[in-house]
Every structure is written in structure tokens, then in C-alpha cells.
């Protein structure tokens, strides 16, 4: 392994540290980010309940990635992914463990490299980062923690007199309110499947704290030569699911709907009822239990626990789509829109349901379609194609070099320079990159995705996936299942598919340094391990 000198980053990076003319006038970047998004829930993607009308606006006006998958399905170590420009097996990060591995004390956030070349950086909202992955905020608030330049949203929505409300939605799947909360450890009872009404107003949600403190930053820069890089960060469509109430009367079939504008009753998806036993050990296993708030035994006696479940997730990504309307609003009124680039994506999705789950397991679930494929929708006035969509394999990975080649960033030298590839060809000249797989790998398991195969792989060292070898590994084949409802991986015709995909995970594995393995098998040779929640 190389020596990678722990200096050299912040030197090079202090000698980039220069002005941008006014005259240049370098685009604003606003990256609108939400939490578990699923790929599908939008109208443009002819969903058949999803209501998202600026969403809408923005695909048909902009560049659509439709194989845009995370490189691991777990919120920190996607995001991570992200804002370094590392595959988690390179930072070391794999679940939501707070880690401070070698990489991660030496990397570059793209934030920083924003910072050194003359812009102001904000993060509004959940940002679910560690170390040097979040450091180059220029001024920042998030929804909890002392991560925040003056104060976050669970000290504001305080001060604003709902700290009641806002711990009634937080309870709705921790049992009590959150810290920083006014009634903090304050008990009160968790929700079936997470899921009830909020009793916020709706401009006190997480959702609106990120948005107008966006908004105040397009006002504020509208009168300024300075450009920026703004991470709007939305808490939702993740659990707990506490939608509001004007936005849960559109959906039918919810305990607290219909309502006036309810368009019929919320469809299932086709693989609502797949067996239990077709799933990984651990998804069977959720999915039978019917105690705590993931009671899926229970909700398969009762569909209506479901149904309620998803209309609460629409109704959250209806809100998410109500302020990015907001916005871009705010981008035409001050001028800004044709000298900004505006990115929609997620750090991972959300059952909604499919394979009669909910929210994200936590084994097994690094395969399926619904967890590992993310919105992406990319849109520059004037720039980029209108109503281009690509269907070639992109990942989160992929944003880093696209958006210091799209602004024209200068690096710095780097002991760990991005790994993904620029999706500027596409976006400026509807160019493939030449992708033919990608992948996607956390601590328990890989998925090796092609257009039409997807293949998943047990890893090791993990004591916890004893009980999933002898499941088996898996191979969809999206052509004729869609679904993935059928594990092909036994049929002897895909012999020759499956060595191909192995081929390509051992390239990967080849060409993609591990340097946080060891601090890899550390974590999962520990049988206590287990995955965190964190904000």
C-alpha cells in the first residue's frame, strides 16, 4: 500500500485559495437531497399515486438518469460516498457507525473544494457526516446535534413553541423525544409502522426549515458576486413517516382520509405479496414479526397498517416536492436560475411496500431495486438538454467529478482523488460515459447491476450472515422480472451470466483500493455489531 502523507491535502488546499471575479460569474450549485426517496414515486415515472408536480417540471425540463443507483444503501456511508468521491470499501465506511478511519481523516469534501475555489458552502438539514466528509461548510444548520453554525431545527422549532408536536412525531419510532427537545427523554408511544399525523403547521416541519433557509440564501446571493454551493437536505420521505394532514387527504384508503382530492385507492405493488420465504433471512424474519413498531406479521392481517404507511410516504415526498417548487420559485424571481445548476437525488430508497416490506431492512436488503436505485435529476437553464433521460448506469459516486468538471473546479492534490466518473457528456452532449455495470457494496452484501442482470453477493468477514449462506445468493433478471420477485440464481441457462458478474466484482474489487478493510473487519467480526440508527 502507499504512504499517503496526512499534510499534503490541507497545503494544496490553502493554495487554491482564491477569489472569483465577479465577472466570471461561476454557476451556484444547489444540491436538493432527500432521505430514502424511492426511484419510483414520482408522476413523471407514471406512479400511480405519487403527486409531484415540480419534481415533474424539473425531469421535463432537465436530464434524467433512470439506472442511477447509491453505493450502498445505508444513509452515512452513501452520503460519505458522496461528498468524498470514495466507494465505502475505499473510506471505511459502511453502515451508520460514527468511524473515524484513516481515509476519512484524510479526504477532501467536495464542499472544501467548492470552499477553496471562492464559494460560500451551506448545508441545510439532515447531513449524517463524519469527519473530513463534513468539514468546508461555510455556514450550516442541521436537524439536530452541535453540528450547526447558530443553532439547528430541534432548538428552533422550540423557541417557535412546538417542541411538544415535533417530539409526538419523533416518538412516533424512537418512543420519546429527541435531544435538544425542550422535553427531552419525554415518553410517549411509538406508532404502528411509524406512521401518524403531524400536528406541526406546515411551515415548522424539517422539510420547510430546509427549504427557506435555502431560500434565504438565493436572496441573499442574488445581491452578491460571491457563488454558492447550498446542500438542501431533507429529512423525509424517511421514517418516522408524520405527514401532514393537507397532504394525507389526497390519498384514499389512509385511516385519516380520504379526502377531496383522494384520487382512488393506493395500488400495491406487484411484489406486495412475494412469500416471505423468497427473502433474505433477516426480511423474512421482519416480515413475520408482529411486535414493536415494524409489526409487518401484523399489517399482513390487516392491509390497512400498510395502506396508511403509504399514504403517509406519499404525502412526505408531496411536501418535499411542494418546496422544491418553492425553490425554483425563488431562483426566477431573483434572477438566478439560468447561473444555477439544481440537482434532485436521495441517498438511498424505501420499500413502500415492495416485497411486502417497509422502510429499509438492515441485512439483505442491499440488492432490490427500491433500496439501491435514486432518483437523479439534473437541470440548468438554457444548459443542459430539456426532457433528455439516459438510461445507462450512473451512481451517487458520479456527482463529485461531474460537478468539479461542470463548474471547473481546480483540485487539489488529493491522497484519495474521486473514483466515480463525470456525467458531463451526457448532461452537456447527451454522450454515454460507456458504463456496463456498477456496484453497489455494504458491509454485509454487493450487488453487481448490468442492464438487465443483477447479481448479489454474501460477504465476508460477517458472523451476522451465517444464516444467509445458507439462503443462498440471488440473480434477478430485469428484463422479464422487473419486480424481482423470481431469484433465478439456480437456473443452470445463467451459468454464464452469473461468471460474468462475478468477473466484473472481482475487477471491482481489483481496481477499487480497500484502504478501510481493516478497520472493515474490525466492525464486522465484532458479534455485537449492528447497524446504528443516528440522526
Known amino acids: 500500500m502507499a504512504h499517503y502523507s496526512p499534510h499534503i491535502c490541507t497545503a494544496a488546499l490553502l493554495s487554491l485559495s482564491v477569489g472569483v471575479s465577479a465577472q466570471e460569474r461561476q454557476p451556484n450549485v444547489i444540491l436538493l437531497f432527500s432521505d430514502q426517496h424511492n426511484a419510483d414515486v414520482f408522476g413523471w415515472t407514471g406512479h400511480p399515486d405519487a403527486i409531484t408536480p415540480n419534481l415533474d417540471r424539473m425531469a421535463r425540463t ?31 465506511i459502511l453502515d451508520n457507525n460514527k468511524s473515524e478511519t484513516e481515509v476519512l481523516q484524510e479526504a477532501v469534501s467536495l464542499q472544501r473544494i467548492f470552499q477553496v475555489n471562492g464559494y460560500a458552502t451551506y448545508a ?38 412546538y417542541a411538544q408536536e415535533f417530539g409526538e412525531d419523533w416518538a412516533a419510532e424512537f418512543g420519546e423525544f429527541p435531544k435538544g427537545n425542550k422535553l427531552e427523554g419525554t415518553k410517549y408511544p411509538k406508532a404502528r409502522m411509524g406512521t401518524r399525523p403531524t400536528k406541526l403547521p406546515a411551515d415548522k416541519t424539517m422539510e420547510a426549515f430546509s427549504a427557506r433557509n435555502t431560500i434565504e ?34 390519498y384514499d384508503n389512509a385511516a385519516w382520509g380520504p379526502g377531496a382530492n383522494a384520487g382512488g385507492p393506493i ?18 424474519r421482519q416480515r413475520t414479526n408482529e411486535k414493536g413498531i415494524w409489526c409487518l406479521g401484523l399489517a399482513a392481517k390487516d392491509e390497512q397498517l400498510y395502506r396508511d404507511y403509504m399514504a403517509s410516504y406519499y404525502a412526505l415526498v408531496e411536501e418535499i416536492d411542494h418546496w422544491v417548487g418553492e425553490i425554483f420559485a425563488a431562483l426566477e424571481e431573483e434572477g438566478l ?93 447527451q454522450k454515454s460515459v460507456g458504463r456496463d ?14 442492464s438487465d442482470r443483477k447479481l448479489g453477493i454474501w460477504l465476508d468477514p460477517a458472523p451476522v450472515n451465517r444464516d444467509f449462506r445458507s439462503f443462498g445468493e440471488m440473480l434477478f433478471r430485469r428484463e422479464d422480472d422487473p419486480a424481482e ?47 446504528q440508527r443516528v440522526w
Open 62 to 92: 432537465g436530464v434524467v438518469f433512470n439506472r442511477a443507483y447509491c453505493q450502498d444503501a445505508i444513509s452515512v456511508a452513501s452520503r460519505t460516498s458522496l461528498f468524498t468521491g470514495l466507494y465505502p470499501r475505499t473510506t471505511g
Open 267 to 284: 395500488a400495491i405493488p406487484p411484489s406486495f405479496r412475494q412469500p416471505a420465504s423468497d427473502l433474505p433471512p433477516a426480511l423474512a
Open 437 to 450: 455495470w456498477i456496484v453497489s457494496e455494504n458491509w454485509s452484501q454487493a450487488a453487481v447491476i448490468t
Open 337 to 429: 436560475a439560468e447561473n444555477t445548476i439544481v440537482i434532485y437525488a436521495s441517498d438511498h430508497g424505501d420499500f413502500v411496500g415492495a416485497h411486502g416490506m417497509i422502510e429499509k431492512c438492515a441485512l439483505g436488503h442491499n440488492v432490490y431495486e427500491e433500496t439501491l436505485r435514486i432518483p437523479l435529476i439534473c437541470y440548468w437553464k438554457g444548459k443542459f438538454p430539456e426532457g433528455y433521460a439516459s438510461d445507462e448506469l450512473v451512481g451517487l459516486i458520479d456527482l463529485f467529478p461531474t460537478l468539479v468538471e461542470l463548474v471547473g473546479l481546480k483540485l487539489p492534490k488529493m491522497s484519495y482523488p474521486p473514483q466515480g466518473m463525470s456525467l458531463a457528456k451526457p448532461l452537456l452532449k
Open 485 to 531: 420477485i423470481r431469484n433465478v440464481f439456480h437456473d443452470p441457462d445463467e451459468r454464464r451470466q452469473i461468471a460474468k458478474l462475478r468477473k466484473y466484482y472481482e475487477k471491482f474489487i481489483r481496481e477499487v483500493p480497500a484502504h478501510g478493510k481493516e478497520e472493515m473487519k474490525k466492525i464486522l467480526s465484532d458479534k455485537k455489531h449492528k447497524p
Open 124 to 161: 441545510f438539514g439532515k447531513r449524517h457526516l463524519f469527519g473530513k466528509a463534513d468539514e468546508g461548510w461555510t455556514f450550516c444548520r442541521e436537524h439536530n446535534g452541535k453540528n450547526s453554525t447558530d443553532y439547528n431545527y430541534v432548538e428552533w422549532i422550540g423557541e417557535q413553541g
Open 217 to 250: 440564501i438565493i436572496r441573499k446571493h442574488a445581491r452578491s458576486n460571491e457563488p454558492f454551493f447550498c446542500f438542501t437536505s431533507f429529512y423525509r420521505p424517511h421514517q418516522p413517516y408524520t405527514a401532514l394532514p393537507e397532504y394525507l387527504a389526497h
